[in-house]
């Protein structure tokens, strides 16, 4: 009797240990799967999500929970939401990852809280905590691992790919590699520009290849150019920090000069260009504003000054230009004519 009794304390240990070894290799494996198809486990979690609020809104309806332990579930739901907009990269000191896990400590409390004055079977409380509560932060768990393995493998190797071909002037479709990436646009041209930055392959732009690059002819880059340098100057006086190598400068001198000449350009594709947002461009905008009532405001008093200066300068470059001659004094002129005159005579 008393050896058996040992035994199946050994037997539950074993059980034990082979129950937790399979769980870990489903685990194992359903990471695999998550790491391998990320877009279609986003999708698959974002399904649960959705579910699991609706599950919570009949809990309501049909089994009268309190409003309080609802309305935090369905926040919840909104938080994982959130973590899922950026999926498969997380950031663990991020407002919805935070959220997420404060909410799961209240919402357990809530529901210890509420089980224990009310009396519920046990299969029903395990299917509350398990479906409600736990099913989709585990899957969130698991799919953590895709973070660690998107980034440095499948996710670089695009990126490389695009720096590779851009460096040997080869075409590289950027819409296909961020397919690939399973990425949104933002997050693979900031993970690009890093992957620039580490392997020391930052090429400063300037305006000749925001011309090229946006097809602008050579008259705006001409003007641009003479232009860009005032602008500097106007932005050094009124910032004392301007980082003359950022082309935001030279982007928005091309913009605002391809304007004044009437020529089609994309708001759009010079931010990205200048790896800038909406907000920091309307700041340029905003600046070049500033900086053209300034230069107006200093043509003024030239002008007032001087009103006939421009006119008689213009005057005389037509003058020059229609006879293509330069000015001669009266008497060098005379003797110059008088001397083609007597080697005339002498000719004959």
């Given amino acids: 009797m008393g050896f058996l009794y040992i ?17 870990a290799a489903g685990l194992y494996y359903v990471a695999e799967l998550v790491e391998e198809y990320t877009v279609i486990a986003k999708k698959i979690i974002l399904m649960m999500i959705f579910s699991t609020a609706v599950i919570h809104i009949f809990l309501v309806i049909f089994d009268s929970f309190p409003w309080l332990m609802i309305l935090c579930g369905l926040l919840a739901q909104g938080v994982h939401a959130l973590i899922m907009k950026n999926f498969p990269y997380v950031q663990f000191l991020s407002f919805s990852f935070l959220g997420s896990v404060i909410l799961l400590i209240i919402n357990n409390y809530l529901a210890f809280t509420y089980f224990a004055s009310h009396y519920y079977m046990l299969s029903e409380v395990i299917a509350y905590f398990t ?32 720096l590779a071909a851009t460096a040997m002037g080869l075409p590289f479709n950027t819409e296909t590699g961020i397919k690939i990436c399973g990425t949104r646009k933002s997050i693979y041209m900031n993970y690009r520009r890093i992957i620039q930055k580490l392997i020391g392959t930052t090429k400063i732009i300037g305006i000749p290849e925001l011309c090229l690059q946006m097809g602008l002819p050579s008259g705006v880059q001409e003007a641009a150019t003479e232009e860009l340098p005032k602008y500097l100057e106007f932005m050094t006086k009124v910032n004392q920090t301007v980082d003359r190598e950022h082309p ?28 800038l947002r909406s907000e920091q461009w309307k700041i340029l905008e905003d600046s070049w504003e500033k900086y053209e009532k300034n230069s107006k405001a200093n043509e003024l008093p030239r002008a007032k000054e001087n009103p006939t200066e421009d006119v008689e300068m213009k005057c005389e470059g037509k003058k020059e230009a229609s006879t293509g001659l330069e000015s001669e004094d009266y008497e060098v002129w005379k003797e110059r004519i008088l001397a083609r005159a007597y080697e005339n005579l002498r000719r004959k």
């Fill in 248 to 275: 935001q400068y030279a982007g928005i001198v091309l913009y605002q000069i391809a304007k004044q000449r009437k020529v089609k350009v994309s708001r759009i594709g010079f931010t990205q260009a200048c790896n």
């Fill in 131 to 162: 479906i409600c509560l736990w099913l989709v932060p585990f899957a969130l768990f698991v799919s953590l691992s895709a973070n660690d393995n998107v980034l440095p493998t499948v996710n670089e190797r695009s990126h490389l790919l695009n």
């Fill in 7 to 23: 035994l199946s304390y050994i037997s539950l240990l074993l059980q034990i240990i082979f129950a937790t070894i399979s769980i």
